[in-house]
């Protein structure tokens, strides 16, 4: 068969497919304590410092276990890897359901952390190893929109259990729909250069793409340049700058995935029941931002434009939106309220595709240990934000809380306009 004129298949569109429900099933685990904390509170007697370290527990383990969890994914493939660890921290989600006081919770957020570490740098390897550069940023974005869009439409459900069945029962459910994941997950994954369902020519149109079809991970190609070392290569204002955004960027998705429900209900007094329905409306802004911003993004470098613009347009415009959630200090009415936060999160989304920069930015063989680096600096957040905010509301007063998020998606955007300059590899 004259291989010149065979039609590339499309097993790609499926792996990006397993890596949205993967996703999807990653933030319903890590978020789900926000729509529970209410009732959590109120069962254990839990004031607002305690819920935050509750909060914060997760990111305990989450974000200095990037960097060990970056290694094993530079290490072992991803059919071994990812099933292993999703087993794992559905496990975590679904012992929460019997926990029984304050150090339990934290226990058992703190395994959910660990084992979910080394999830997003896997998800950067799958998408350096099967999609061409043309393709990634939209496949980031449709990957990343699971942690939206499984909040978007599955928090009416979430707060249905929690509401009559309880929040051990919402708890239960979660991690027990994970593990049967994680047995479709080793079932249905092949790497490119292993898939029986990828032709030939896929497999080119991603290599000639810059897709690393066959992994090299951290070995040096025979006859070629001597690799920039981990060192060197993170010295590079680049990378350094790309952490810093990452780092602030990420302040308005904890504030979401952690305090806002309990923001709602007790500091704005909306009804439970309708905080279910409310709270859907900006992360239904976020999904349709990052696919949004992935759309854009990639459409412009198929146009000819450079990296650096086609990425930072949309990654800086969502920054600039992101920081309008600052105006809900200033309204009352609850439909106010939620629009200035769904205008915020949806800016949110706009600048997720971020991840799409660690596979242009980082040099090949370093991928793996960039991304748990820039995975690291992003759930560093997750353990101060929920305690900074603890702090900040102690005395009933949610606004500067507020501010500091707004002030941290201003940062971001300075970092990724003056700090990081062009987009370009790293070598």
Known sequence: MDMSHQKPTRIRVLIVGMLFVTTVINYLDRSSISIAGPFISKEMGLNSVQLGLVFSAFAWAYSPLQIPGSLLVDKLKPRLLYPVIIALWSSMQLMLGFAGGLWQLFAFRLGLGAAEAPSFPMNNRVVTSWLPERERAMAVGSYVSGQYVGLAFLTPVLVWLTQDYGWRTMFAV?????????????????????????????????????????????????????????????????????????????????????????????YRHIAFIKVGFLATLPFLAAFVGVLLSGFVSDALVRRGNSLSLSRKIPIVTGLVLATSIIGANYVDDPNLIIMFMTLAFFGSGLGAISWSLVSSIAPVHLVGLA?????????????????????????GDFSPALIFVGSMAGLSAFSYLVIIGEVKRVE
């Open 371 to 395: 991304s748990g680096a820039f995975n690291f600096v992003g759930t560093s957040m997750g353990i101060t934000l929920p305690l900074v905010i603890g702090f900040l509301v102690r005395n």
């Open 174 to 266: 979660i991690g027990a729909v994970g593990i049967l994941w994680a047995l479709c997950f080793w079932y249905f994954y092949r790497d490119p250069d292993r898939s029986q369902s990828a032709n030939d020519a896929e497999r080119d149109l991603i290599r000639q793409g810059g897709g690393q079809v066959e992994w090299v991970g951290r070995k040096t190609v025979e006859g070629g340049p001597a690799p920039i070392s981990a060192r060197k290569a993170f010295a590079n204002r680049k990378l350094w700058g790309l952490l810093i955004a990452h780092s602030c960027e990420t302040a308005a998705n904890w504030f979401f995935l952690t305090w806002f429900p309990t923001y709602l209900v007790q």
